[in-house]
């Protein structure tokens, strides 16, 4: 079709990137705003407003009965939010446990899930009901304090945002991940915000540091103890960004005969409970833990997981710190203050600028209820003088009612009064024009004139406001004086020794196996070469290494990396074992080309060229299954040789069969790095080297096994870089010196 009739057909040409880019920004949009990111007033994402919000319907108030959960996902999805139920009630559910929430939103009667990671019961089964802290959070949501928007079916209306008379952001904490940003909001302590928010009212000006000495960290529900420097945490507060380290709380239990064992009673926050002791048990059974001889638990209510020692005479803080290093017994817990301000913009803010919206909020919810209280009494005030009208002139009012076609006008007109006074006065019952009556109206119409001034003074007073307020939030601290203690202590991180796991090692021969394919294994005690190992359909031995338990295996890549590995975390059994990749981080291409126990002294390395360096294998040892890169190889060239220093001459062959020797001296000592040239080549590459005292000469095997040492090399004698001479006679192929 041509453009024009494109354009007349109502259909706009545009280029894919745009129209992508143009849908995917509207998509990122909706998903900041309307699913992950909480608002900075209520603390709430959409579908936990919704919820409140429809409980508030079903008057679901903490203090009368509980009604089944499917009646609020069933509210909450056909009337507010058009998603799953599923998703509503896990939202719901979350809401409702005590160890997601500082201050749990809803109360929940039945299996809302547990610690473990269980899931709670199907929604035809639970029920439940609102908390004191959700029904402060829809405080005098009738009394115009907040917009309200249309539903998605335009025919009903929810709240943009909630009143909020609890600071819940801060004090339940939020998690959310969107398109190109997330928000991590750990709980805080109550009375710990109380105490911030008091004073930033007092001291507007106060100092991102004033505010974090009254909120001192984040109170998780489940405890622990916070081992984060203090100068971390007011960091982190004062940009917004940062992170708590928590660990678990555990005490020595003592046993008879001067036994003890270890009891933890609180673990970190978000960590299940099974997932955790099938990680330690996990550990245990792979030698990781050497130092542990059993883990159970024994939870009841409470937490309670005990840790056998496998000997009594280690230090139960020596132990802790290597389950707090290698387990979740120990956890990270971020900060990431991102939130959607009043103007519907996400940012990230510091904890000050978090507080301060939300007093910002309440100053507004005053205001708002004030004015909507402020109208009701004017409007009152405005029916009670009609009222004490008709008692002025009860006859004439009787007598125009009475005879008039149009009573209303008539009264209008006659009392100078206005039309809602009018109507107020025809609606009125006969029973209400009894002497008593009148006296309990002048009586209203005087405490309403003076509840007037109140108001007005309020409004037209800021200081008045942030009294009303400051009042208020005090209120809070009675209100949740049961359970606002803080549960998370914080610490200073203690120094303890470093545990050497080396000492629960037996110490025993074993066999380190690897096939050309690069599948390791081990084996007990020292395999001869005659015994006949298994391997996988088109794979062979690579390496049979002798070594012990208690060894660390050094293995040499053909990328010049090399990788270290404690000879008792190797895969065992007579299986195939398993990939050497899993063990250490070797790409798929690369090979192991030298493979041997740890031994204090030096190898000499070499590449294909020919370039290489001797180093002290002091300096080989990684710490990291990554691994260390030590010689350099680029494009084609690789890793060939990496042999143990014996004697004090060198031997190098290439694949053109020419030899060379001279003094291992001539070979500089490097750290890493590509190294010098050993050997020359016009067209070829090197293939083997072997060191050796000279006086004793080169050995090498026959054809047939005989062994043969050659004394006078003379002939192959030179200096380092140089191409070398013909091999003797019977010199293997390939080169295979021994």
Not at 130 to 139: N, Q, R
């Amino acid at each position: 079709m041509e453009k024009s009739d494109l354009q007349e057909e109502n259909i706009n040409l545009t280029t894919f990137s745009k129209a992508i880019s143009e849908r995917y920004l509207s998509y990122a949009l909706s998903t900041i705003t309307s699913r992950s990111l909480p608002d900075v007033r209520d603390g709430l994402k959409p579908v936990h407003r919704r919820v409140l919000y429809a409980m508030l319907q079903l008057k679901l108030n903490h203090n009368l009965s509980f009604k089944k959960s499917a009646r609020v996902v069933g509210d909450v999805m056909g009337k507010f939010h058009p998603h799953g139920d599923a998703a509503i009630y896990e939202s719901m559910v979350r809401m409702a446990q005590e160890f997601a929430l500082r201050y749990p939103l809803v109360d929940g009667q039945g299996n809302f899930g547990n610690i473990d990671g269980d899931n709670a019961a199907a929604m035809r089964y639970t029920e439940a009901r609102m908390t004191k802290a959700a029904e402060l959070l829809l405080l005098d949501i009738d009394k115009d304090t907040v917009d309200f928007r249309v539903t998605y079916d335009d025919e009903g209306k929810e709240p943009v945002v909630l009143p909020s008379a609890f600071p819940n952001l801060l004090a339940n904490g939020s998690q959310g991940i969107a398109v190109g940003m997330a928000t991590s909001i750990p709980p805080h302590n109550i009375s710990e915000l109380v105490d911030a928010l008091l004073h930033l009212i007092k001291f507007p000006n106060a100092s991102e540091t004033t505010i974090s000495n009254y909120v001192k960290g984040p109170d998780f529900p489940t405890g622990g103890i916070l081992v984060e420097p203090k100068s971390s945490i007011e960091e982190a507060y004062r940009i917004g960004k940062g992170g708590f380290k928590l660990r678990a709380r555990w005490i020595v239990e003592k046993l008879k005969s001067g036994q003890w064992q270890i009891i933890v009673t609180e673990i970190p926050y978000q960590v299940q409970k099974s997932r955790l002791l099938e990680k330690i048990a996990e550990l245990m059974e792979n030698k990781i833990l050497p130092m542990l001889s059993d883990i159970r638990d024994e939870s009841t209510e409470n937490i309670r997981l005990v840790v056998e020692p496998k000997s009594r005479n280690l230090s139960p803080e020596m132990i802790m710190e290597t389950l707090f290093k290698k387990t979740d017994l120990e956890t990270r817990v971020s900060l990431n203050l991102n939130v959607i301000d009043d103007k519907n913009i996400p940012g990230v803010k510091s904890l000050k600028e978090t507080l301060k919206c939300w007093l910002d909020h309440r100053q507004i919810i005053l205001q708002r209820k004030t004015q909507h209280r402020l109208s009701q009494i004017e409007n009152r005030i405005n029916i009670l003088n009609g009222y004490i009208t008709v008692y002025l002139n009860l006859d004439k009012v009787i007598e125009i009612i009475r005879e008039e076609d149009k009573p209303k006008e008539v009264l209008i007109s006659f009392f100078k009064i206005n039309e809602i006074q009018a109507n107020a006065i025809l609606d009125m019952r006969l029973r209400s024009l009894r002497k008593l009556e009148e006296i309990e109206l002048k009586k209203e119409l005087s405490n309403l004139q003076n509840e007037l001034e109140t108001l007005k003074g309020i409004l037209n007073d800021t200081d008045q406001q942030w009294k009303v307020i400051y009042s208020d939030i005090k209120d809070l601290k009675k209100e949740f004086k049961d359970i606002s203690n803080r549960k998370t202590d914080i610490q200073e991180l203690p120094d303890v020794e470093e545990f050497n796991e080396d000492q629960f090692i037996v110490k025993e021969p074993l066999t380190v196996i690897l096939s050309e394919q690069g599948w390791v294994r081990t084996q007990k005690n020292h395999l001869e070469d005659d015994i006949e190992l298994k391997y996988r359909e088109g794979d062979k031995e690579k390496f049979k290494v002798h070594a012990l338990t208690t060894d660390k295996i050094i293995f040499f890549a053909d990328n010049g990396r090399f990788f270290s590995v404690p000879a008792n975390k190797l895969p065992s059994g007579r299986g195939f074992g398993e990939p050497v990749s899993l063990t250490i981080d070797i790409k798929g291409d690369n090979k192991i080309v030298s493979c041997f126990p740890y031994f204090e002294g030096s190898i000499i390395l070499a590449s294909e060229s020919g370039h290489g360096f001797k180093i002290k294998t002091t300096n080989l040892v990684a710490q990291t299954k990554s691994g260390k890169q030590i010689l350099n190889v680029k494009d084609n060239n690789k890793a060939k040789i990496c042999k143990k220093i014996n004697g004090d001459t060198v031997a190098i062959v290439g694949n053109n069969r020419k030899l060379i020797t001279y003094s291992i001296e001539e070979v500089p000592e490097l750290n890493k790095g590509k190294g010098v040239i050993l050997q020359r080549y016009k067209d070829g590459t090197l293939s083997d080297i072997t060191t050796f005292k000279k006086e004793d000469g080169i050995s090498w095997k026959m054809n047939g096994g005989r062994q043969r040492t050659e004394k006078d090399l003379l002939t192959w004698e030179g200096k380092r870089g140089g191409a070398g001479r013909m091999v003797p006679n019977g010199f293997p192929r390939p080169p295979l010196f021994e």
